[in-house]
T-cell receptor
Framework: AQSVTQPDIHITVSEGASLELRCNYS??????LFWYVQSPGQGLQLLLKYFSGDTLVQGIKGFEAEFKRSQSSFNLRKPSVHWSDAAEYFCAVGGRGSTLGRLYFGRGTQLTVWP | NAGVTQTPKFQVLKTGQSMTLQCAQD?????MYWYRQDPGMGLRLIYYSASEGTTDKGEVPNGYNVSRLNKREFSLRLESAAPSQTSVYFCASSEEVILSSYNSPLHFGNGTRLTVT
């Protein structure tokens, strides 16, 4: 069955520290992977996506993610966190040729940033 | 450049009341979606519309109906609201319903926070 696991419900980091948010997926075919960010009171915004090719993908706001097929993971990273990065982050997986309505979302990781 | 607009932003209903959540997009997208978001549950798809004139059930369709009024608008109706439908509802749109590397991803509205007492 297709699924996405975000093991960390809540992460707290200090401003300027590095960040890694974990995402593991289960998908029967070649996955398309996404990270979305949701600021308070807002809808979800796409940070980055992986379809194929280079396994390290760059996104907006200085985020990057690495696809590791052997570990079924797509972890999100940022070298230096800013206070404005405090938000909830969602990992999602789908498959080529599937419908976008069949995108599977993780439960989210809430990021708190201390000044 | 509004993107996806949802109304209302907040709503409180009594059990058994009905209401319609409105969604409109100005990006000329073919496909539209309704999700609900509950704490610790992520996003769950209620219904989607691949194109004007078509609608399909998602993961949690019970208790809801939808109408794709035209290419721009996709409404979600609760005929008899229940406390279990207390949630944040998101509308989204995409160029096409099929996921491919050529498509833009989902574009979300800012949500409607619904409380049913």
């Amino acid at each position: 069955a297709q699924s996405v696991t975000q093991p960390d419900i809540h992460i707290t980091v200090s401003e300027g520290a590095s960040l890694e948010l974990r995402c593991n997926y289960s998908y029967g075919a070649t996955p398309y992977l996404f990270w979305y960010v949701q600021s308070p009171g807002q809808g979800l915004q796409l940070l980055l996506k992986y379809f194929s090719g280079d396994t390290l993908v760059q996104g907006i706001k200085g985020f990057e993610a690495e696809f590791k097929r052997s570990q079924s993971s797509f972890n999100l990273r940022k070298p230096s966190v800013h206070w404005s990065d405090a938000a909830e982050y969602f990992c999602a997986v789908g498959g080529r040729g599937s419908t976008l309505g069949r995108l599977y979302f993780g439960r989210g990781t809430q990021l708190t940033v201390w000044p | 450049n509004a993107g996806v607009t949802q109304t209302p932003k907040f709503q409180v209903l009594k059990t058994g009341q009905s209401m319609t959540l409105q969604c409109a997009q100005d990006m000329n997208h073919n496909s539209m979606y309704w999700y609900r978001q509950d704490p610790g549950m992520g996003l769950r798809l209620i219904y989607y519309s691949a194109s004007e004139g078509t609608t399909d059930k998602g993961e949690v369709p019970n208790g809801y109906n939808v109408s794709r009024l035209n290419k721009r608008e996709f409404s979600l109706r609760l005929e008899s609201a229940a406390p279990s439908q207390t949630s944040v509802y998101f509308c989204a749109s995409s160029e096409e319903v099929i996921l491919s590397s050529y498509n833009s991803p989902l574009h979300f509205g800012n949500g409607t926070r619904l409380t049913v007492t």
